[in-house]
């Protein structure tokens, strides 16, 4: 599975966004997906996954209740609707997915094989 990622952009603080990723390849509706984010300086992070199988989501807590994950089978596309954006969400945001993510690694980098290059998100006034 090849990744696309795109919807990034320099926004407000209280802004919303909405970042698409894109996936080539049949299999995208049995792969587990994910956003990560890596902001200057720092480790990538985990930002939200949903798993193919059950649809259940998973949130960091900085993005808990903000943030959205959600995937259209159809159209082999992921989506993070991003709201009440703050400058700490200032990175680039990658998009991965893997059909063999275990549920006690969900959170971690290393279970996703497939990424997106990353698309830059700057929130800043």
């Known amino acids: 599975v090849q990744l696309q990622a795109s919807g990034g952009g320099l926004v407000q603080p209280g802004s919303s966004l909405r970042l698409s990723c894109v996936a080539s390849?049949?299999?995208?509706?049995?792969?587990?997906i994910a956003w990560f984010r890596q902001a200057p300086g720092k480790e990538r992070e985990f930002v939200a996954a949903?798993?193919?199988?059950?649809?259940?989501?998973y949130y960091s807590d900085s993005v808990k209740g903000r943030f959205t994950i959600s995937r259209d089978n159809a159209k082999n596309t992921m989506y993070l609707q991003m709201n009440s954006l703050t400058p700490e969400d200032t990175a680039v945001y990658y998009c991965?997915?893997?059909?063999?993510?275990?549920?006690?690694?969900?959170?971690?980098?290393?279970?996703?094989?497939?990424w997106g290059q990353g698309t830059q998100v700057t929130v800043s006034s």
């Open positions: 949903l798993r193919y199988s059950g649809g259940y989501t």
């Open positions: 991965a997915a893997d059909p063999s993510v275990i549920l006690s690694a969900v959170r971690d980098s290393r279970s996703y094989d497939n």
């Open positions: 390849g049949r299999t995208f509706s049995r792969q587990t």
